[in-house]
């Protein structure tokens, strides 16, 4: 597993949760600024990642990740 790889798959899992266009994110896409605030969707992006990566993300520190980028360092310190 290569960062890259972790990168593809957050993007594809944010816009899956947040109804975005998988090319509209990026590394450097803030979380709640660009995607939205919304807990389901934070939820359902969690999921993915946990069933993914096996990392557990509790819903209030997903709410610490600023950028996508944040949460791929997150997920590559875990994993």
Known sequence: MNREEVLANMI????RAFRKDASEINENTNIAEELGVQSM???AMSASIEDEYDVMIPVAKFGQFETIGALVDFVMEEA
């Open 12 to 15: 594809q899992f944010a816009a």
């Open 41 to 43: 969707q934070r939820v």
